[in-house]
C-alpha cells in the first residue's frame, strides 16, 4: 500500500540558509499534518492543512510557512535557520472524517541538520 | 497543555509480556494513542482507544485504561526482538491537538 513520501529524507544546510522539505500524502487523503522532533524529543505538532487550506497551528516559528497544493502534496519552507532547527521532521496525512481521531499515517521524516 | 509521561526505558526478555506505562493529565482527552517508532523510520500507529472504554485487544497488544487515574498502558504479548524501538503514548481530541509523550525506548533482549 503506498504510504506518506517524504522528501528529502536528509538533508544539510548551514545558518540563516533556507530549506524546503516535501510531502506527498496517501492517495485520495485530504489533510496533511506537520510535525517536528528535536533529539530527543516528542513530537511536536507545527501546522495542518485541509483541502490546500491552513485548518490549524501548532508551535510553528514565523520563519516558517507552508503550504498544501491542488494535488494535495504540501511544503514546508523553513527561512533563516537556527542551530535548533535541526531535527526530524514528520509528514502525517489523514482523512478529515479519520483525522479527529487522530488516525494518523506518518511518513519516515525528513532529517535537517543545520550546521 | 497536556502532559503525558513515560518511563523513557524498558528492557525485557524475547517470549516474555512488555507493559509500557503512560500517564496524561487532561481529562478531557478524547482519544488515547500508541505509536512505534523504530530507528530512523517515522511513528507508526500502533493502536488507539476512546476515552470511553477501558481495554482494547488487537493480536498481541492490549491496552488498558485508567480514567480515573489517567494512566494508560500497553501490554506486547510474547514479545520479539522486532519489537525493539520507541513507543510514543499521545493523547488528546484529535490530530490537530495530539499531545505525545516522550517515549519509551523497549530493548527486547535474544
Known amino acids: 500500500a503506498a504510504g506518506v513520501i517524504q522528501s528529502p529524507r536528509h538533508l544539510i544546510k548551514e545558518k540563516r540558509e533556507t530549506a524546503t522539505l516535501k510531502c506527498y500524502p496517501i492517495?485520495?487523503?485530504?489533510?496533511v499534518y506537520w510535525y517536528q522532533q528535536g533529539p530527543g524529543q516528542d513530537p511536536q505538532f507545527l501546522i495542518s492543512?485541509?483541502?490546500?487550506?491552513?485548518?490549524d497551528k501548532g508551535s510553528i516559528p514565523d520563519r516558517f510557512s507552508a503550504q498544501q497544493f491542488s494535488d494535495y502534496h504540501s511544503e514546508l519552507n523553513m527561512s533563516s535557520l537556527e542551530l535548533g532547527d535541526s531535527a526530524l521532521y514528520f509528514c502525517?496525512?489523514?482523512?478529515?472524517?479519520?483525522?479527529?481521531?487522530?488516525?494518523?499515517?506518518f511518513g519516515e521524516g525528513s532529517r535537517l541538520t543545520v550546521l | 497543555g497536556e502532559d503525558v509521561e513515560q518511563s523513557l526505558f524498558l528492557s525485557v526478555r524475547e517470549g516474555d509480556s512488555s507493559v509500557i506505562n503512560c500517564t496524561y493529565t487532561?481529562?478531557?482527552?478524547?482519544?488515547l494513542y500508541w505509536y512505534k517508532q523504530e530507528p530512523g523510520a517515522g511513528l507508526q500507529l500502533l493502536t488507539y482507544?476512546?476515552?470511553?472504554?477501558d481495554m482494547k485487544q488487537d493480536q498481541r497488544l492490549t491496552v488498558l485504561l485508567n480514567k480515573k487515574d489517567k494512566h494508560l498502558s500497553l501490554r506486547i504479548a510474547d514479545t520479539q526482538t522486532g519489537d525493539s524501538a520507541i513507543y510514543f503514548c499521545?493523547?488528546?481530541?484529535?490530530?490537530?491537538?495530539?499531545?505525545f509523550g516522550t517515549g519509551t525506548r523497549l530493548t527486547v533482549i535474544p
Open positions: 502525517a496525512s489523514s482523512l478529515a472524517d479519520r483525522g479527529h481521531t487522530g488516525e494518523l499515517f
Open positions: 492517495p485520495r487523503h485530504d489533510t
Open positions: 492543512f485541509y483541502e490546500k487550506m491552513q485548518s
Open positions: 487532561d481529562s478531557s482527552s478524547t482519544y
Open positions: 482507544i476512546f476515552s470511553n472504554m
Open positions: 499521545a493523547s488528546g481530541t484529535g490530530a490537530n491537538n495530539l499531545f
